[in-house]
């Protein structure tokens, strides 16, 4: 599927400020490490999850959260894309992304180590310890600080 130039910097903008990039692991039987990527986008507009489910494909779930504030619970949605897509996307909408970049280009990588070869525990040791670090690569990109006291860098407003 082709996407045009502003679809692509689009999602990316959304990305950026209404989405998560991750690298998840856990443990397959008991056995081995299995991890798994994916960009997931939560919003409560209903067009914008249609947009992107239409356009790029992936996953559409329903939730309610609730939001301190708000009486009652509000109705979200996520988006969420893995695997294929991840890896049909993800180059696409890269070179736009600002603030997540490193994250998306994390996935990137991580998922350039899967193929058809390669399968849980008959993973080489080099691609377990790449997946690895790249896991824990972006976990602490999406970390808080870890000094509340540092402070933010400042924007000069013009005057």
Not at 4 to 10: E, F, K, M
Not at 97 to 109: C, H, L, R, T
Request: proline share 6%; with cysteine.
């Amino acid at each position: 599927m082709n996407h045009t130039t502003t679809d692509l910097a689009y999602l990316a903008g959304i990305i950026d400020g209404e989405g998560s990039v991750s690298i998840h692991s856990t443990l397959a039987r008991r056995k081995f490490q299995v991890y798994v990527a994916q960009v997931i986008v939560v919003n409560s507009h209903v067009p914008l999850i249609d947009w992107l489910h239409s356009t790029f494909g992936g996953i559409v779930n329903v939730k309610s959260v609730s939001k301190k504030g708000f009486i009652g619970k509000r109705r979200c949605y996520t988006w969420t894309i893995i695997g294929y897509n991840l890896d049909r996307l993800l180059p696409l909408v890269s070179p736009y992304m600002i603030v997540k970049k490193q994250q998306v280009d994390s996935v990137i990588e991580f998922r350039g180590t899967f193929g058809n070869a390669l399968h849980g525990r008959d993973l080489p040791d080099d691609v377990k310890q790449l997946r690895n670090s790249l896991c824990l690569k972006v976990k602490a990109l999406n970390a808080p600080p870890t000094d509340p006291s540092t402070p933010l860098p400042l924007v000069a407003l013009a005057h």
